[in-house]
């Protein structure tokens, strides 16, 4: 009996916590993020609420500032468009076929083309995805109530449904959207497209005189790079594509990773420049060869390749199974070998005023990336951490309209994560504890290697609730989500089993 009795207790106290484990992991049937997890203030002044109370103004406070009064001017639009989202078969080559989802019929959707300073419109239709779905315009810093992140600043639009996004396309460079409702699916099977924002007449050109000289006159390209199951495709179709350019043309060439994991791009047969990373300009990029540029998940690498003056063609490859071919009338070239060298943007360009002072940062937060055995929404395993947190109990950092704020991402978790915060860009200030030394290095996806640490900052100027998460997607449904929260604003959408929204 005595034994019995002692097996029971050894039992309950392994067993006990273990239940408790499993339901404390449960996820609720609604939840709104801004009351899900634990409230990071970091260190720096006493954050305030635009009454004047200390703190977090929680989801239900009725002085808050509401995601939905945080929106573009009103006016008539620059530019107007109506993008449908369908699901149906796509024949990506002869013969092959796959599920996908569309935008007007295509996938990727077409290329959304606006001028610096335009006020954008698009009615977002959705005829038949199953589950709802969002955009997302990634890399734009957009006003909240346009950020398309389902539960988060809106409710997924179901079938027959719609939901008209606006926003002013404030900086050029190259951005990308795609649907931010059970994103791991739908961005795999191609909810997704290219958006350019050109320059404004007469803006200036960070690159300096040879570069503008050249970009006034270089043939644009954008290249979207997106799988569909094996198959690599640029701008929709498997293998190269050809662009004509005549010899002693430069062609911008736009890459845009769409993918999970890094994408290496480099340049056969011409030396080329890093004009622009993730939609800003690079400060004096010199030309190189003989380099791989590393585009992570969600991240956009814009390259500088001139057309040899022989007439051969350059090839822009974009992991070696595709490339842009710049040469005249669509010349035949054979692929190239990725260089055993990489640029690194924290040494690339030459310095530049940031137009923050990082030293003076009003907030500083620790964003460490681990993993942990335990139970994510009841189901064992070995599971991502936020500061040592499993979702949805993950870390909300909170900062005021005007802080200059500095991060620490801190990547513990064995493997690398692209990490992407909304809304805003970062600047790259070290990597590892050495400083950078090259251009300005703005980004909105870093890829942060196993046992990295990078130091970044941004000003916080663009107020609402917004996802800070890794862009490798499943890893982001898998709970690898944090939020930046400005004081004095929440949000009305609900996530959760029940609610309908799943942004990841």
Same mark, same amino acid.
């Given at each position: 009996?005595?034994?019995?009795?002692?097996?029971?207790?050894?039992?309950?106290?392994?067993?006990?916590?273990?239940?408790?484990?499993?339901?404390?992991?449960?996820?609720?049937?609604?939840?709104? *993020?801004?009351?899900?997890?634990?409230?990071?203030?970091?260190?720096?002044?006493?954050?305030?609420?635009?009454?004047?109370?200390?703190?977090?103004? #929680?989801?239900?406070?009725?002085?808050?500032?509401?995601?939905?009064?945080?929106?573009?001017?009103?006016?008539? +639009?620059?530019?107007?468009?109506?993008?449908?989202?369908?699901?149906?078969?796509?024949?990506?080559?002869?013969g092959?076929?796959?599920?996908?989802?569309?935008?007007?019929?295509?996938?990727?959707?077409?290329?959304?083309?606006?001028?610096?300073?335009?006020?954008?419109?698009?009615?977002?239709?959705?005829?038949?995805? +199953?589950?709802?779905?969002?955009?997302?315009?990634?890399?734009?810093? *957009?006003?909240?109530?346009?950020?398309?992140?389902?539960?988060?600043?809106?409710?997924?639009?179901?079938?027959?449904?719609?939901?008209?996004? &606006?926003?002013?396309?404030?900086?050029?460079?190259?951005?990308?959207?795609?649907?931010?409702?059970?994103? !791991?699916?739908?961005?795999?099977?191609?909810?997704l497209?290219?958006?350019?924002?050109?320059?404004?007449?007469?803006?200036?050109v960070?690159?300096?005189?040879?570069?503008?000289?050249?970009l006034?006159?270089?043939?644009?390209?954008?290249?979207?790079?997106?799988?569909?199951?094996?198959?690599?495709?640029?701008?929709?179709?498997?293998?190269?594509l050809?662009?004509?350019v005549?010899?002693? &043309?430069?062609?911008?060439?736009?890459v845009?990773?769409?993918d999970?994991g890094?994408?290496?791009?480099?340049?056969?047969?011409?030396?080329?420049?890093?004009?622009?990373?993730?939609?800003?300009?690079?400060?004096d990029?010199?030309?190189?060869?003989?380099?791989?540029?590393?585009?992570?998940? #969600?991240?956009?690498?814009?390259?500088?390749?001139?057309a040899?003056?022989?007439?051969?063609?350059?090839?822009?490859?974009?992991?070696?199974?595709?490339?842009?071919?710049?040469?005249?009338?669509?010349?035949?070239?054979?692929p190239?070998?990725? +260089?055993?060298?990489?640029?690194?943007?924290?040494?690339?360009?030459?310095p530049?005023?940031?137009?923050?002072? +990082?030293?003076?940062?009003?907030?500083?937060?620790? /964003?460490?990336?681990g993993?942990?055995?335990?139970f994510?929404?009841g189901?064992?395993?070995? !599971?991502?951490?936020?500061n040592?947190?499993?979702?949805?109990?993950?870390?909300?950092?909170?900062?005021?309209?005007?802080?200059?704020?500095?991060? &620490?991402?801190?990547?513990?978790?064995?493997?690398? !994560?692209?990490?992407?915060?909304?809304?805003?860009?970062?600047?790259?200030?070290?990597?590892?504890?050495?400083?950078?030394?090259?251009?300005?290095?703005?980004?909105?996806?870093?890829?942060?290697?196993?046992?990295?640490?990078?130091?970044?900052?941004?000003?916080?100027?663009?107020?609402?609730?917004?996802?800070?998460?890794?862009?490798?997607?499943?890893?982001?449904?898998?709970?690898? *989500?944090a939020?930046?929260? /400005?004081?004095?604003v929440?949000?009305?959408?609900?996530?959760?089993?029940?609610?309908?929204?799943?942004?990841?």
């Amino acid at each position: 009996m005595l034994r019995r009795v002692v097996a029971g207790l050894v039992a309950a106290a392994v067993l006990v916590p273990l239940v408790l484990l499993w339901q404390t992991s449960r996820v609720p049937g609604r939840f709104s *993020v801004t009351e899900a997890g634990a409230l990071e203030r970091g260190s720096g002044p006493r954050v305030t609420t635009l009454d004047g109370h200390d703190g977090h103004t #929680g989801g239900h406070d009725a002085a808050a500032t509401s995601v939905d009064a945080l929106v573009a001017p009103s006016g008539p +639009p620059d530019v107007a468009v109506t993008f449908t989202a369908r699901a149906e078969r796509v024949e990506i080559v002869p013969g092959t076929t796959v599920d996908a989802y569309t935008v007007n019929g295509t996938t990727p959707g077409p290329t959304l083309h606006a001028t610096q300073g335009d006020l954008v419109e698009v009615t977002f239709v959705n005829e038949s995805v +199953p589950g709802g779905a969002t955009l997302h315009w990634h890399g734009v810093d *957009v006003p909240n109530a346009a950020d398309g992140v389902a539960g988060v600043t809106q409710d997924a639009v179901p079938v027959g449904g719609s939901f008209t996004y &606006r926003f002013v396309a404030s900086d050029a460079g190259t951005y990308w959207y795609h649907s931010h409702q059970v994103s !791991h699916e739908q961005v795999r099977k191609g909810l997704l497209g290219a958006l350019v924002v050109s320059p404004s007449p007469g803006a200036p050109v960070a690159g300096g005189r040879d570069v503008a000289r050249l970009l006034g006159d270089a043939v644009d390209v954008p290249a979207l790079v997106h799988r569909y199951g094996p198959r690599r495709t640029v701008q929709g179709a498997p293998g190269d594509l050809p662009v004509d350019v005549p010899a002693g &043309r430069a062609a911008r060439v736009r890459v845009i990773n769409t993918d999970n994991g890094v994408l290496p791009v480099w340049v056969g047969g011409a030396a080329f420049r890093l004009v622009a990373v993730d939609g800003t300009d690079v400060h004096d990029p010199p030309e190189v060869r003989d380099r791989a540029v590393v585009v992570p998940a #969600g991240g956009r690498a814009d390259l500088l390749v001139v057309a040899p003056a022989d007439g051969s063609t350059a090839r822009v490859e974009l992991g070696g199974a595709s490339a842009v071919v710049v040469g005249q009338d669509g010349a035949a070239s054979a692929p190239t070998r990725r +260089p055993k060298a990489t640029l690194d943007p924290l040494t690339y360009g030459t310095p530049a005023p940031l137009g923050l002072d +990082p030293a003076r940062a009003d907030r500083s937060f620790d /964003y460490v990336v681990g993993r942990a055995p335990g139970f994510l929404d009841g189901k064992p395993g070995m !599971h991502w951490t936020v500061n040592g947190h499993t979702y949805p109990d993950v870390p909300m950092f909170e900062v005021a309209q005007g802080d200059v704020v500095r991060m &620490r991402i801190d990547n513990r978790s064995g493997v690398p !994560h692209p990490m992407h915060l909304h809304g805003h860009h970062v600047v790259v200030l070290a990597r590892d504890g050495v400083a950078a030394s090259g251009s300005p290095w703005w980004t909105d996806s870093l890829e942060v290697g196993d046992g990295e640490a990078y130091d970044v900052a941004f000003v916080a100027d663009n107020p609402g609730v917004w996802m800070d998460h890794c862009h490798n997607l499943p890893h982001a449904t898998q709970g690898l *989500v944090a939020h930046l929260m /400005y004081t004095g604003v929440t949000t009305p959408y609900l996530l959760g089993h029940d609610s309908g929204n799943v942004p990841e």
